[in-house]
């Protein structure tokens, strides 16, 4: 299957480099003068209409891409970000096999690395390669059943596409590793079985009732996004996935507890013995913060990092005062910044924010949701 996305004018893609040459020599000023560096892009562009960033431009440009992103809590980080470059692969072999690399290096045996692994970029006479699955980690779905989805059911679609493709599926428990899905330059896309060693799993149990242990919970150590596109400087690399780590609520009061996911919170109240024939009983309010008790208590026991969501927001608060301080601005999705539960006990609640645009970041191209859900892959 053809990906084909929407090209830059020349025009525009000098503009953008313009922008971020200069953003690159301003903030790294060992870097010297930039009308030089300019003088290159602008006589690489003119040859090939495109033009290559240096390793350090393409560090600080992955690194600026995660400054930016206005949907992250956690981008006080953000310059602690490893970039793996790994532009010159391009065959879909080569590049799952340093995805499982990324996962092995970014869980450092459980104390998380923020990192991205940057691939081949699009170029004028041909797109880059895709990794069409939504993140490096997902677990399985299967709709076996008319009116039950073991597994986590936003993958169902995928895992259907999957299976029809051929693969035999896992052993059928609600935490089955999907393979991950790569589309090489010129060729379809392909689905590869994720090794077991490069992926590390916490057990979820809760602190004060060991029966949680019988339902075997469990979630994954690493966060690694891998369906969206890093753009620096007019430069596409739409193969680029990256990590931080999890802040508890994206576990507990989404992943495990949505009811379009795993849908855990009948289960809780039920076990907590609450009465759940009311919504007036707040037993959902009380089950979800049981469950979010459960995930950080079993990642910290289990020595793997996680953020809790009350110190993250007071750390993006202090990532705004810095980087207002250096003169930049920051922009935020206020839907997105404040934490899932209990928002108005978070600083980040009481403010509001502007969601900026930027030419250095991390966007879903037309076509990678669809491509997530396993869509046109058979």
């Known amino acids: 299957m053809e990906i084909l996305r929407e090209r830059s004018t020349a025009d525009q893609v000098w503009q953008a480099a313009e922008e971020f040459v200069l953003l690159f020599h301003r903030e790294n000023p060992q870097a010297g003068d930039p009308r030089r560096r300019l003088a290159e892009v602008r006589a690489e562009l003119a040859d090939t209409g495109t033009y290559r960033h240096t390793a350090r431009e393409l560090a600080h440009g ?14 006080l980080y953000w310059n602690s970000l490893r970039v793996r470059d790994h532009r010159d692969l391009t065959d879909a072999d080569a590049i799952a096999a340093e995805c499982f690399q990324h996962l092995r290096e970014a869980t450092n045996g459980g104390r998380v690395r923020p990192t991205i692994t940057v691939f081949a ?9 895709v990794i069409w699955s939504e993140q490096l ?16 059911a936003r993958n169902a679609p995928l895992t259907g596409a999957l299976r029809a493709l051929g693969w035999s599926g896992g052993a059928g428990t609600p935490f089955d590793l999907l393979p991950l899905v790569v589309q090489g330059v010129d060729d379809k896309p392909r689905w590869f079985d994720t090794p077991a060693d490069a992926v590390t799993e916490v057990p979820i149990e809760h602190p004060d009732d060991p029966g949680w242990a019988e339902w075997g919970l469990r979630w994954h150590a690493v966060p690694a996004i891998s369906n969206m596109c ?9 193969a680029a996935p990256f990590n931080g780590w999890y802040m508890g609520t994206e576990i507990g009061a989404r992943n495990l507890a949505d009811t379009d996911r ?3 919170l009948p289960a809780v109240g039920r076990r907590l013995g609450l009465d759940t024939s009311s919504d007036r009983s707040l037993w959902k309010d009380r089950a979800l913060v049981e469950l979010n008790r459960a995930v950080l208590h079993s990642y910290d026991r289990a020595g793997v990092t996680i953020a809790d969501h009350h110190s993250e927001s007071r750390r993006f608060l202090a990532h705004m005062e810095r980087e207002e301080r250096k003169g930049r601005e920051v922009g935020a999705d206020w839907s997105w910044i404040v934490p899932p539960i209990s928002g108005a006990a978070t600083p980040v609640f009481h403010r509001t924010y502007e969601d900026r645009p930027s030419t250095t970041t991390y966007v879903h191209h037309v076509g990678a949701v669809e491509r997530a859900q396993g869509r046109d892959l058979v």
């Open 62 to 75: 992955a690194r600026v891409a995660w400054r930016n992103s206005n949907r992250c809590i956690g981008r």
């Open 121 to 129: 970029p699009d170029a004028p006479d041909r797109p880059g390669p």
């Open 137 to 152: 980690i997902r677990y399985a779905g299967y709709g076996d059943h008319p009116s039950i989805t073991v597994g986590d």
């Open 230 to 238: 890093l753009e620096i400087g007019g430069i596409h690399y739409p």
């Open 262 to 264: 795993y849908n855990l």
